[in-house]
Protein backbone atom coordinates (compact mmCIF):
# COMPACT_ATOMS: atom_id res chain seq x y z
CA UNK A 1 0.00 0.00 0.00
CA UNK A 2 1.16 3.47 -0.74
CA UNK A 3 2.70 5.62 2.36
CA UNK A 4 0.28 8.70 3.24
CA UNK A 5 2.37 11.52 2.26
CA UNK A 6 2.80 14.86 5.07
CA UNK A 7 0.03 16.74 3.08
CA UNK A 8 -2.76 14.14 3.41
CA UNK A 9 -4.07 11.69 1.20
CA UNK A 10 -1.41 8.73 -0.83
CA UNK A 11 0.47 9.14 -3.73
CA UNK A 12 -2.12 7.13 -6.02
CA UNK A 13 -4.88 9.33 -4.76
CA UNK A 14 -2.76 12.20 -5.88
CA UNK A 15 -3.72 15.40 -8.90
CA UNK A 16 -0.49 15.79 -11.50
CA UNK A 17 -0.19 18.66 -9.35
CA UNK A 18 0.19 16.66 -6.17
CA UNK A 19 2.62 14.47 -7.79
CA UNK A 20 4.84 16.96 -8.76
CA UNK A 21 5.12 18.69 -5.07
CA UNK A 22 5.88 15.37 -3.95
CA UNK A 23 8.42 14.64 -6.54
CA UNK A 24 10.23 17.82 -5.52
CA UNK A 25 9.87 16.84 -1.77
CA UNK A 26 13.04 16.46 -0.12
CA UNK A 27 11.57 13.08 1.66
CA UNK A 28 10.73 9.32 0.86
CA UNK A 29 7.40 10.77 -0.90
CA UNK A 30 9.67 11.21 -4.04
CA UNK A 31 9.91 7.35 -4.52
CA UNK A 32 6.03 6.35 -4.16
CA UNK A 33 5.54 9.47 -6.20
CA UNK A 34 7.74 8.66 -8.98
CA UNK A 35 6.28 4.67 -9.02
CA UNK A 36 2.68 6.13 -9.33
CA UNK A 37 3.65 8.03 -12.10
CA UNK A 38 5.23 5.42 -13.92
CA UNK A 39 2.30 3.42 -13.08
CA UNK A 40 -0.55 5.82 -14.44
CA UNK A 41 1.52 6.89 -17.23
CA UNK A 42 3.95 4.29 -18.63
CA UNK A 43 1.90 1.95 -20.88
CA UNK A 44 0.91 4.99 -23.23
CA UNK A 45 4.36 6.63 -23.37
CA UNK A 46 5.90 2.83 -24.09
CA UNK A 47 3.03 2.95 -26.68
CA UNK A 48 3.92 6.13 -28.30
CA UNK A 49 7.70 4.94 -28.07
CA UNK A 50 7.27 1.90 -30.09
CA UNK A 51 6.07 4.12 -32.67
CA UNK A 52 9.27 6.01 -32.93
CA UNK A 53 11.76 2.97 -32.30
CA UNK A 54 12.07 0.15 -34.91
CA UNK A 55 12.55 -2.82 -31.65
CA UNK A 56 10.83 -3.41 -28.38
CA UNK A 57 14.19 -3.37 -26.40
CA UNK A 58 14.87 0.55 -28.03
CA UNK A 59 10.90 1.27 -27.01
CA UNK A 60 11.45 0.71 -23.33
CA UNK A 61 14.78 2.09 -23.29
CA UNK A 62 13.44 5.21 -24.65
CA UNK A 63 10.66 5.51 -22.62
CA UNK A 64 12.58 5.07 -19.59
CA UNK A 65 14.82 7.37 -20.54
CA UNK A 66 11.89 10.11 -20.95
CA UNK A 67 10.34 9.18 -17.45
CA UNK A 68 14.46 9.74 -15.92
CA UNK A 69 14.64 13.06 -17.94
CA UNK A 70 11.12 13.86 -16.42
CA UNK A 71 12.52 12.57 -12.45
CA UNK A 72 15.95 15.27 -12.97
CA UNK A 73 14.10 18.11 -14.15
CA UNK A 74 11.12 18.16 -11.45
CA UNK A 75 13.97 17.91 -8.80
CA UNK A 76 15.52 20.85 -10.26
CA UNK A 77 12.63 22.81 -10.06
CA UNK A 78 11.46 22.46 -13.47
CA UNK A 79 7.50 22.40 -13.45
CA UNK A 80 5.45 20.57 -16.55
CA UNK A 81 3.95 23.01 -18.32
CA UNK A 82 1.29 20.55 -19.37
CA UNK A 83 -0.72 17.64 -18.01
CA UNK A 84 1.52 14.68 -17.01
CA UNK A 85 1.17 11.90 -19.57
CA UNK A 86 1.84 14.40 -22.53
CA UNK A 87 4.88 16.08 -21.09
CA UNK A 88 6.05 12.51 -21.15
CA UNK A 89 5.38 12.26 -24.44
CA UNK A 90 7.30 15.38 -25.22
CA UNK A 91 10.14 14.14 -23.09
CA UNK A 92 9.96 10.88 -25.27
CA UNK A 93 10.61 13.31 -28.28
CA UNK A 94 13.23 14.88 -26.72
CA UNK A 95 14.98 11.80 -26.07
CA UNK A 96 14.59 10.99 -29.45
CA UNK A 97 15.90 13.87 -30.56
CA UNK A 98 19.32 13.71 -28.67
CA UNK A 99 19.18 9.84 -30.01
CA UNK A 100 19.45 11.29 -33.18
CA UNK A 101 22.64 12.36 -33.33
CA UNK A 102 25.08 9.57 -31.98
CA UNK A 103 25.12 5.71 -32.92
CA UNK A 104 21.98 5.57 -30.66
CA UNK A 105 19.96 6.58 -34.20
CA UNK A 106 19.80 3.20 -35.12
CA UNK A 107 17.08 2.78 -33.14
CA UNK A 108 14.84 5.30 -34.12
CA UNK A 109 12.21 4.99 -36.76
CA UNK A 110 13.74 5.63 -39.97
CA UNK A 111 10.96 8.30 -40.67
CA UNK A 112 11.30 10.13 -37.12
CA UNK A 113 15.11 9.69 -38.15
CA UNK A 114 15.23 11.63 -41.38
CA UNK A 115 12.38 14.53 -39.61
CA UNK A 116 15.01 15.34 -37.06
CA UNK A 117 17.86 15.85 -39.43
CA UNK A 118 15.85 17.82 -41.67
CA UNK A 119 14.42 20.13 -39.41
CA UNK A 120 13.74 21.04 -36.06
CA UNK A 121 9.88 19.54 -35.66
CA UNK A 122 7.80 21.18 -32.99
CA UNK A 123 4.22 20.42 -32.46
CA UNK A 124 2.21 23.19 -34.63
CA UNK A 125 -0.78 23.28 -31.75
CA UNK A 126 1.68 23.65 -28.92
CA UNK A 127 1.59 27.46 -28.85
CA UNK A 128 -2.55 27.24 -28.42
CA UNK A 129 -1.96 24.56 -26.13
CA UNK A 130 0.09 26.15 -24.06
CA UNK A 131 -2.01 29.46 -23.70
CA UNK A 132 -4.40 27.44 -22.06
CA UNK A 133 -5.56 27.15 -18.20
CA UNK A 134 -3.63 24.01 -16.93
CA UNK A 135 -7.25 22.45 -15.81
CA UNK A 136 -8.28 23.22 -19.15
CA UNK A 137 -5.37 21.50 -21.01
CA UNK A 138 -6.08 18.41 -18.78
CA UNK A 139 -9.56 17.99 -19.79
CA UNK A 140 -8.27 18.35 -23.26
CA UNK A 141 -5.70 15.92 -23.01
CA UNK A 142 -7.07 13.13 -20.77
CA UNK A 143 -10.40 13.49 -21.89
CA UNK A 144 -10.32 14.30 -25.61
CA UNK A 145 -6.81 12.97 -26.38
CA UNK A 146 -6.26 9.92 -24.33
CA UNK A 147 -10.20 9.03 -23.95
CA UNK A 148 -9.54 8.30 -20.41
CA UNK A 149 -13.17 7.59 -17.88
CA UNK A 150 -14.33 10.80 -16.66
CA UNK A 151 -13.23 9.52 -13.03
CA UNK A 152 -9.64 9.06 -14.14
CA UNK A 153 -9.72 12.37 -15.37
CA UNK A 154 -11.14 13.74 -12.48
CA UNK A 155 -8.77 11.99 -10.36
CA UNK A 156 -5.71 13.34 -12.45
CA UNK A 157 -6.63 16.99 -12.73
CA UNK A 158 -8.27 17.00 -8.88
CA UNK A 159 -11.73 17.49 -10.09
CA UNK A 160 -15.18 15.78 -9.39
CA UNK A 161 -16.42 13.43 -12.11
CA UNK A 162 -19.17 15.85 -12.85
CA UNK A 163 -16.32 18.60 -13.66
CA UNK A 164 -15.60 16.50 -16.00
CA UNK A 165 -18.25 15.87 -17.60
CA UNK A 166 -19.50 19.52 -18.07
CA UNK A 167 -16.00 20.93 -18.71
CA UNK A 168 -14.82 18.91 -21.56
CA UNK A 169 -16.94 20.07 -24.05
CA UNK A 170 -16.19 24.01 -23.18
CA UNK A 171 -12.46 22.94 -23.34
CA UNK A 172 -12.24 21.58 -26.45
CA UNK A 173 -14.51 25.03 -27.57
CA UNK A 174 -11.60 26.95 -25.82
CA UNK A 175 -9.23 25.03 -27.72
CA UNK A 176 -10.12 25.63 -30.89
CA UNK A 177 -10.16 29.11 -30.29
CA UNK A 178 -6.94 29.63 -29.04
CA UNK A 179 -5.99 28.01 -32.50
CA UNK A 180 -7.93 30.40 -34.31
CA UNK A 181 -6.14 33.35 -32.26
CA UNK A 182 -2.82 31.84 -32.69
CA UNK A 183 -3.09 31.34 -36.49
CA UNK A 184 -4.37 34.73 -36.92
CA UNK A 185 -1.53 36.45 -34.85
CA UNK A 186 0.83 35.05 -37.26
CA UNK A 187 -0.39 36.95 -39.91
CA UNK A 188 1.07 40.31 -41.11
CA UNK A 189 -2.43 41.03 -42.90
CA UNK A 190 -4.55 43.50 -40.70
CA UNK A 191 -7.54 42.12 -42.39
CA UNK A 192 -7.48 38.70 -40.87
CA UNK A 193 -8.70 39.78 -37.62
CA UNK A 194 -11.87 41.36 -39.24
CA UNK A 195 -12.31 37.62 -40.76
CA UNK A 196 -12.24 35.99 -37.15
CA UNK A 197 -16.32 35.77 -36.74
CA UNK A 198 -16.82 34.44 -40.13
CA UNK A 199 -14.73 31.69 -40.11
CA UNK A 200 -16.19 30.87 -36.53
CA UNK A 201 -19.55 31.05 -37.75
CA UNK A 202 -18.26 28.71 -41.18
CA UNK A 203 -17.34 26.21 -38.75
CA UNK A 204 -20.14 25.83 -36.17
CA UNK A 205 -21.25 22.25 -36.02
CA UNK A 206 -25.39 23.44 -36.88
CA UNK A 207 -26.00 25.57 -39.19
CA UNK A 208 -23.01 26.80 -40.55
CA UNK A 209 -22.54 30.31 -42.42
CA UNK A 210 -21.23 30.70 -45.68
CA UNK A 211 -19.50 33.56 -46.56
CA UNK A 212 -18.58 34.68 -50.74
CA UNK A 213 -16.13 37.49 -48.78
CA UNK A 214 -14.37 34.46 -46.82
CA UNK A 215 -13.91 32.45 -49.41
CA UNK A 216 -12.14 35.54 -51.17
CA UNK A 217 -9.93 35.70 -48.68
CA UNK A 218 -9.13 32.61 -47.94
CA UNK A 219 -7.90 31.93 -51.67
CA UNK A 220 -4.81 34.54 -51.02
CA UNK A 221 -4.56 34.26 -47.33
CA UNK A 222 -2.90 30.89 -45.79
CA UNK A 223 -3.63 31.78 -42.56
CA UNK A 224 -6.97 32.39 -42.76
CA UNK A 225 -6.92 29.17 -44.61
CA UNK A 226 -5.39 27.36 -42.33
CA UNK A 227 -7.50 28.67 -39.34
CA UNK A 228 -10.47 27.31 -41.23
CA UNK A 229 -9.15 23.87 -41.75
CA UNK A 230 -7.80 23.62 -38.49
CA UNK A 231 -11.43 24.18 -36.43
CA UNK A 232 -13.08 22.12 -39.47
CA UNK A 233 -10.83 19.06 -38.60
CA UNK A 234 -11.14 19.74 -34.78
CA UNK A 235 -15.21 19.61 -34.96
CA UNK A 236 -15.51 16.72 -36.77
CA UNK A 237 -12.47 14.61 -35.65
CA UNK A 238 -10.68 16.19 -32.49
CA UNK A 239 -8.73 13.16 -30.74
CA UNK A 240 -6.48 12.36 -34.27
CA UNK A 241 -6.22 16.34 -34.87
CA UNK A 242 -5.56 17.57 -31.41
CA UNK A 243 -2.59 14.52 -31.09
CA UNK A 244 -1.07 15.28 -34.33
CA UNK A 245 -1.08 18.78 -33.64
CA UNK A 246 0.22 18.44 -30.19
CA UNK A 247 2.89 16.11 -30.88
CA UNK A 248 5.37 16.74 -33.78
CA UNK A 249 5.81 12.69 -34.58
CA UNK A 250 3.26 10.11 -35.04
CA UNK A 251 0.30 11.98 -33.47
CA UNK A 252 -2.74 10.22 -35.27
CA UNK A 253 -1.08 6.58 -34.87
CA UNK A 254 -0.82 7.23 -31.24
CA UNK A 255 -4.74 8.57 -31.19
CA UNK A 256 -5.75 5.27 -33.06
CA UNK A 257 -4.03 2.91 -30.78
CA UNK A 258 -6.77 0.57 -28.49
CA UNK A 259 -6.78 0.85 -24.81
CA UNK A 260 -6.47 -3.20 -25.14
CA UNK A 261 -2.29 -1.85 -26.44
CA UNK A 262 -1.83 0.20 -23.59
CA UNK A 263 -3.34 -2.12 -21.22
CA UNK A 264 -0.79 -4.67 -22.62
CA UNK A 265 1.80 -2.21 -22.66
CA UNK A 266 1.95 -2.95 -18.63
CA UNK A 267 2.58 -6.70 -19.09
CA UNK A 268 5.11 -6.25 -21.77
CA UNK A 269 3.37 -7.32 -24.63
CA UNK A 270 3.40 -5.08 -27.96
CA UNK A 271 -0.41 -5.57 -29.44
CA UNK A 272 1.56 -5.96 -32.98
CA UNK A 273 4.26 -5.18 -34.92
CA UNK A 274 4.38 -4.61 -38.66
CA UNK A 275 6.17 -7.35 -40.67
CA UNK A 276 9.18 -4.92 -41.02
CA UNK A 277 9.56 -4.11 -37.46
CA UNK A 278 8.88 -7.93 -36.23
CA UNK A 279 11.91 -8.91 -38.92
CA UNK A 280 13.93 -6.12 -37.66
CA UNK A 281 12.88 -7.17 -33.73
CA UNK A 282 14.56 -11.17 -34.66
CA UNK A 283 17.15 -9.48 -36.11
CA UNK A 284 17.74 -7.60 -32.67
CA UNK A 285 17.67 -10.56 -30.74
CA UNK A 286 20.08 -12.34 -32.98
CA UNK A 287 22.66 -9.85 -32.14
CA UNK A 288 21.93 -10.03 -29.00
CA UNK A 289 22.66 -13.74 -29.11
CA UNK A 290 26.24 -12.64 -30.51
CA UNK A 291 26.62 -10.00 -27.96
CA UNK A 292 28.88 -11.98 -25.53
CA UNK A 293 30.88 -13.49 -27.96
CA UNK A 294 31.88 -10.37 -30.16
CA UNK A 295 32.53 -8.51 -26.63
CA UNK A 296 35.04 -11.32 -25.42
CA UNK A 297 36.72 -11.37 -29.38
CA UNK A 298 36.99 -7.74 -30.07
CA UNK A 299 37.35 -5.56 -26.70
CA UNK A 300 40.96 -4.42 -26.57
CA UNK A 301 41.76 -5.03 -22.59
CA UNK A 302 38.37 -5.20 -22.11
CA UNK A 303 36.98 -1.14 -22.01
CA UNK A 304 34.30 -0.07 -23.80
CA UNK A 305 33.06 2.80 -25.21
CA UNK A 306 30.63 4.96 -23.53
CA UNK A 307 28.61 8.21 -24.21
CA UNK A 308 26.07 10.22 -22.38
CA UNK A 309 23.67 13.07 -22.62
CA UNK A 310 21.96 15.50 -20.37
CA UNK A 311 18.62 13.51 -20.83
CA UNK A 312 19.61 10.57 -18.53
CA UNK A 313 20.55 8.12 -21.35
CA UNK A 314 21.55 4.77 -21.11
CA UNK A 315 25.51 4.64 -21.28
CA UNK A 316 28.62 2.04 -21.00
CA UNK A 317 31.02 3.45 -18.37
CA UNK A 318 33.16 5.52 -19.61
CA UNK A 319 36.64 3.23 -17.82
CA UNK A 320 35.44 0.46 -16.62
CA UNK A 321 38.24 -1.90 -14.71
CA UNK A 322 39.42 -5.52 -16.45
CA UNK A 323 37.19 -7.86 -15.25
CA UNK A 324 38.52 -11.59 -14.86
CA UNK A 325 36.54 -14.14 -16.34
CA UNK A 326 37.49 -17.70 -14.52
CA UNK A 327 35.49 -21.23 -15.03
CA UNK A 328 33.68 -22.17 -11.93
CA UNK A 329 32.14 -24.83 -10.23
CA UNK A 330 28.21 -24.02 -10.08
CA UNK A 331 28.04 -23.67 -6.03
CA UNK A 332 25.06 -25.75 -4.52
CA UNK A 333 25.30 -25.00 -0.83
CA UNK A 334 23.41 -28.28 -0.25
CA UNK A 335 26.37 -29.95 -1.16
CA UNK A 336 29.19 -30.56 1.32
CA UNK A 337 32.68 -28.64 0.05
CA UNK A 338 34.56 -31.90 1.33
CA UNK A 339 33.07 -34.16 -1.53
CA UNK A 340 34.74 -34.88 -5.40
CA UNK A 341 33.38 -34.77 -8.21
CA UNK A 342 31.48 -37.95 -8.99
CA UNK A 343 31.99 -39.28 -12.44
CA UNK A 344 28.15 -39.20 -14.39
CA UNK A 345 28.94 -42.58 -16.25
CA UNK A 346 29.16 -40.07 -19.56
CA UNK A 347 32.06 -41.71 -22.28
CA UNK A 348 32.79 -38.21 -22.83
CA UNK A 349 36.05 -36.73 -21.38
CA UNK A 350 35.72 -34.08 -18.58
CA UNK A 351 37.41 -31.16 -18.03
CA UNK A 352 39.64 -31.72 -14.90
CA UNK A 353 38.67 -29.90 -11.55
CA UNK A 354 41.32 -28.93 -8.93
CA UNK A 355 42.20 -31.62 -6.96
CA UNK A 356 41.70 -29.98 -3.84
CA UNK A 357 38.36 -28.72 -3.54
CA UNK A 358 38.11 -25.62 -1.44
CA UNK A 359 34.68 -24.87 0.82
CA UNK A 360 34.22 -21.64 -0.90
CA UNK A 361 34.11 -20.35 -4.38
CA UNK A 362 37.45 -19.20 -6.46
CA UNK A 363 35.82 -15.86 -7.08
CA UNK A 364 36.10 -13.16 -4.71
CA UNK A 365 33.54 -10.38 -3.19
CA UNK A 366 32.21 -7.30 -5.17
CA UNK A 367 34.85 -5.14 -5.59
CA UNK A 368 35.47 -1.92 -7.80
CA UNK A 369 35.73 -3.64 -10.94
CA UNK A 370 32.24 -3.80 -12.98
CA UNK A 371 31.30 -7.65 -12.59
CA UNK A 372 28.24 -9.24 -11.97
CA UNK A 373 26.90 -10.10 -8.74
CA UNK A 374 25.60 -13.07 -7.68
CA UNK A 375 24.50 -14.69 -4.64
CA UNK A 376 26.09 -17.60 -3.25
CA UNK A 377 23.16 -19.05 -2.12
CA UNK A 378 21.18 -18.92 -5.01
CA UNK A 379 23.23 -18.87 -8.13
CA UNK A 380 21.05 -15.48 -9.70
CA UNK A 381 22.85 -12.07 -10.30
CA UNK A 382 21.59 -8.60 -8.92
CA UNK A 383 19.48 -6.72 -11.94
CA UNK A 384 17.36 -3.91 -12.58
CA UNK A 385 13.74 -4.93 -13.51
CA UNK A 386 12.36 -5.19 -16.60
CA UNK A 387 16.22 -3.54 -17.86
CA UNK A 388 14.63 -0.10 -16.75
CA UNK A 389 17.07 2.68 -15.87
CA UNK A 390 14.42 5.11 -14.05
CA UNK A 391 14.97 6.23 -10.45
CA UNK A 392 12.99 4.33 -8.31
CA UNK A 393 13.26 1.20 -10.26
CA UNK A 394 13.15 -2.19 -8.15
CA UNK A 395 16.49 -3.92 -7.91
CA UNK A 396 16.04 -7.69 -8.13
CA UNK A 397 17.29 -10.96 -8.95
CA UNK A 398 17.86 -12.53 -12.07
CA UNK A 399 18.97 -15.44 -13.81
CA UNK A 400 22.50 -14.04 -14.64
CA UNK A 401 22.78 -13.17 -18.49
CA UNK A 402 25.24 -11.02 -20.28
CA UNK A 403 22.95 -8.10 -19.94
CA UNK A 404 24.65 -4.69 -18.98
CA UNK A 405 22.23 -4.16 -16.37
CA UNK A 406 23.98 -6.79 -14.16
CA UNK A 407 26.84 -4.93 -13.88
CA UNK A 408 27.75 -3.34 -10.97
CA UNK A 409 30.93 -1.80 -9.57
CA UNK A 410 31.64 -1.08 -5.42
CA UNK A 411 32.73 2.86 -5.38
CA UNK A 412 34.55 2.58 -2.03
CA UNK A 413 35.48 6.19 -2.05
CA UNK A 414 31.68 7.37 -2.06
CA UNK A 415 30.59 4.11 -0.08
CA UNK A 416 27.92 3.51 -3.52
CA UNK A 417 27.52 -0.12 -5.95
CA UNK A 418 27.11 1.61 -9.18
CA UNK A 419 25.42 0.77 -12.20
CA UNK A 420 27.00 -0.69 -15.08
CA UNK A 421 24.38 -0.09 -17.37
CA UNK A 422 24.05 3.69 -16.19
CA UNK A 423 27.62 5.30 -14.23
CA UNK A 424 24.92 7.71 -12.63
CA UNK A 425 22.65 5.40 -11.20
CA UNK A 426 23.48 3.63 -7.67
CA UNK A 427 22.05 1.06 -5.42
CA UNK A 428 19.53 2.71 -2.92
CA UNK A 429 18.29 1.44 0.08
CA UNK A 430 15.37 3.95 0.30
CA UNK A 431 15.72 4.84 3.86
CA UNK A 432 14.25 1.66 5.27
CA UNK A 433 14.60 -1.94 5.55
CA UNK A 434 11.19 -2.60 4.47
CA UNK A 435 10.68 -1.32 1.01
CA UNK A 436 13.01 -3.23 -0.77
CA UNK A 437 16.42 -2.21 -2.90
CA UNK A 438 16.21 0.40 -5.56
CA UNK A 439 18.25 2.58 -8.18
CA UNK A 440 18.95 6.33 -8.01
CA UNK A 441 20.89 8.94 -8.92
CA UNK A 442 24.73 8.41 -7.33
CA UNK A 443 25.23 12.45 -7.33
CA UNK A 444 22.65 12.44 -4.13
CA UNK A 445 25.05 10.77 -2.40
CA UNK A 446 26.12 13.93 -1.44
CA UNK A 447 22.58 15.22 -0.66
CA UNK A 448 20.81 15.31 2.93
CA UNK A 449 19.70 11.54 2.02
CA UNK A 450 22.83 10.34 1.00
CA UNK A 451 22.93 7.66 3.45
CA UNK A 452 19.78 5.84 1.60
CA UNK A 453 22.77 5.34 -1.57
CA UNK A 454 25.69 4.21 1.12
CA UNK A 455 26.55 0.38 1.21
CA UNK A 456 29.28 -1.54 2.57
CA UNK A 457 30.57 -4.42 1.03
CA UNK A 458 32.42 -6.76 3.66
CA UNK A 459 35.16 -9.27 2.34
CA UNK A 460 32.77 -12.28 2.60
CA UNK A 461 30.15 -10.87 0.20
CA UNK A 462 28.09 -9.60 2.77
CA UNK A 463 26.60 -6.20 1.31
CA UNK A 464 25.01 -3.73 4.59
CA UNK A 465 23.35 -0.78 4.25
CA UNK A 466 24.32 2.67 5.96
CA UNK A 467 20.71 2.99 7.15
CA UNK A 468 21.00 -0.24 8.74
CA UNK A 469 24.54 -1.52 9.51
CA UNK A 470 23.29 -4.48 11.01
CA UNK A 471 21.08 -6.02 7.93
CA UNK A 472 22.36 -7.43 4.86
CA UNK A 473 20.88 -7.88 1.28
CA UNK A 474 19.06 -10.78 0.92
CA UNK A 475 17.08 -12.40 -2.12
CA UNK A 476 13.81 -12.08 -0.71
CA UNK A 477 10.54 -14.28 -1.80
CA UNK A 478 10.02 -14.24 -5.68
CA UNK A 479 13.17 -12.14 -7.60
CA UNK A 480 13.19 -9.26 -5.32
CA UNK A 481 15.60 -8.27 -2.77
CA UNK A 482 15.47 -7.46 0.77
CA UNK A 483 17.13 -5.72 4.14
CA UNK A 484 17.29 -8.24 7.00
CA UNK A 485 19.16 -8.66 9.75
CA UNK A 486 22.60 -10.67 9.56
CA UNK A 487 22.55 -14.33 9.37
CA UNK A 488 25.74 -15.04 8.45
CA UNK A 489 23.97 -17.84 6.07
CA UNK A 490 25.15 -18.47 2.38
CA UNK A 491 21.91 -16.30 1.30
CA UNK A 492 23.58 -12.91 2.53
CA UNK A 493 26.79 -13.17 0.61
CA UNK A 494 27.51 -11.83 -3.17
CA UNK A 495 30.46 -12.59 -5.19
CA UNK A 496 31.65 -11.66 -8.24
CA UNK A 497 31.32 -12.99 -11.15
Known sequence: MVRSDEGGGTATDASDARLTELLRADTSTVYTALQELRTRHQPSVLSYARLCTTSESAARQLAAQAFTLAARETARGVDPAVPWRYQLLLLTG??????????????????????????????????AFLSLPSRTQGLVWYGIVEQEPETVTAAYLGLTREDVVHGTGPALQSMAQACLKSRLAASDDPRCGDFRRLIEESVRPDNPRDSADLRAHMAQCVHCTGAYEELTALRDAPRAT??????????????????????????????????????????AALGVALVPLLF???????????SSSAAGVVAIPSSPSEVTVTATVPVTPSVSPSKSPSPTGSSKPTRS??????????????????????NVSTGRCLDIRDGDLTEGTDVITAACSSSNTQLWRVDSAR??????????????????VDKGVGIWECDSVDGSHGENLRFTVDGDGVIRPAIAILTGMTPADGDGVSLV???????????AG
Open 485 to 495: PLSGGAEQRWR
Open 353 to 374: VSATPSPTPTTHAPNGTYAQVV
Open 296 to 306: FLLRPGGSTAR
Open 415 to 432: GVVQSGADSDLCLDSRGS
Open 242 to 283: LAEGLLAWAGASYARRGREEVRGNAVGTPASWSPSRRLVLAS
Open 94 to 127: RVAASWSQDDRSTGLDPGLLLLLNTTDPAPSMLP
